[in-house]
């Protein structure tokens, strides 16, 4: 929780920083929406691992090609197998990023444009079989570069894909439930480098 506090306090500076700017400078500002999987699904692709996380984007343009990015996603699955009685699995899942990034201008409309960026999330997922549980819930922080690929046409509509590499601490705990030998939980906290291929495809506009 003092996690997720922090990201907010980190967004709110952020978006102080942008109100500092002069109001005859020219600001801009993009909705972006994650296509990966629409487009997976419409041309029969597989599109397991394909996504980000983050379903919605937006991003504050500032003067000299620097700019604000923010995204978020948010999942619910509720899994109850009618076929077997007493079997169910329940997960949800949020994710957040902020980040600070610089478009460099390759050739007309296509830009190259490097990004350091901050994460947190969490997810808990719940399952139960004949009287047997197991809930999971963990909550994850972290950061590091982003670099992505954006195409832009008639000024206003964006394509765009990444390449983030961010390492993550995550930390939650597991706890089960045997009905024989009662409740029992454990703590965990794991450390990662995720490393992402640019699988991934968000359509934007400017406005």
Known sequence: MNNFFFLLALIWCLIAQATTVRAQDSIRHELAVNATNLLANIFSLKNENLSSP??????????????????????????????????????????????????????????????????????????SANGFGLTTSESKIGAGPALRLVYVFKSRISLMTEVPLYYIKTSGERAEFDPVQGPSSVNFTEQSLMLNEPKVLFIGITF
């Open 54 to 127: 983050y379903v919605l984007n937006y991003k504050l343009f500032l003067p000299k090609g620097t700019g604000f990015r923010f995204g978020g996603g948010f999942s619910y699955d509720d899994d109850d197998n009618g076929s077997v009685q007493g079997v169910r699995a329940e997960s949800t899942s949020y994710d957040l990023r902020a980040g600070f990034e610089k478009s460099v201008k390759i050739s007309k409309g296509l830009y190259f444009v490097p990004s350091l960026d901050f994460l947190f999330g969490g997810k808990t997922v719940e399952s």
